[in-house]
């Protein structure tokens, strides 16, 4: 402990006083710098400030939170306000692309704590966001946002490699995104990238056939375009229409075939790809099968002699 100073009282600044004062743990150092009768300083101020330095709160709070408290009793509310504010648009920022919805009471409170210790502590986005990312309370409200979006794109590009995402696979791949956040601190997470080339390697099993463009980059929609507008040419169908659980599509079924000598899967030949169509049922009731139809009937007759 410092020994007093034998003059008068020293020039302590104000804030200093207002910090001793304003801080229950500093209180027992606001009164033992000052004689109890006079209310005088016996400490000079750099006795004072070796006293905040040593004590417990400066010790558990480090010289940056002690630092930034500090400045609110030395430069006033409106410079606590003013730092605290821009952390204020970090996090809300960063709340946002996670579509943490700030309306939310439990993420509002959070959220507003969150910002003010960002400040005291001097933390940068990526650790405001693994310190979203580490509450799973908080975590567990997240929807919309910049992960929903790539979510989003996700699922587009899952229906133009012939698979559907179900909810909770969507919910999986959201929360591989958001990632989560070990002991030591260290982020893990996954990108949308990463998950699409699971999804292209999943159909390359499927589909060794076409193993190479998807590694490439081309999906199976733009692939099967040829079986596609054949299937809705002979079926009248919209190709845009097209359900990949539909019975000519499901599995597969239009565009891959078992060769017979080898046991292998491999692209089903066009010629094959127009017998499989017309063998479905709903082409009996088309028009195109009409047309058909009569033309062969056209055709025995006129063998027959029937018609001329």
Known sequence: ?????????????????????????????YDAVRNPLTGEFIYSADAIADMITSSSWYLNNGPT????????????????????????????????????????????????SLAESSFLN?????????SIISNASIVGKAGGGL???????IKSYSRLMGMDVSQTTANSYLSRLIGTVTPEGLRVKTTPDAIKKEIADKQALLYPFYSEEFAGGVTLWDLTSGQRKKWADLLEQDEDSLDWNDPLWKDGKIFSVVDAKTGKIIARPAWDTDKLIKADERWQYTENAT??????????????????
């Open 1 to 29: 402990m410092a020994e007093p100073t034998p003059k008068s009282t020293p020039p302590v600044a104000t804030w200093v006083v207002n910090l001793l004062k304003t801080e229950p743990q500093l209180k027992a150092i």
């Open 65 to 112: 939170v002690a630092g930034n408290i500090a400045g609110r009793s030395k430069f006033g509310e409106k410079w606590y306000q003013d730092k605290l504010n821009q952390y204020k648009i970090t996090v809300s920022g960063i709340a946002n692309g996670m579509g943490l919805n700030a309306s939310d009471p439990t993420i509002s409170t959070y959220l507003s």
């Open 122 to 130: 001097g933390w940068d986005a990526s650790y405001i966001e693994n």
């Open 147 to 153: 992960y929903q979006t790539n979510i989003d794109d």
């Open 291 to 308: 047309r058909t139809y009569e033309g062969i009937g056209a055709n025995v007759l006129r063998r027959l002699q029937y018609l001329q």
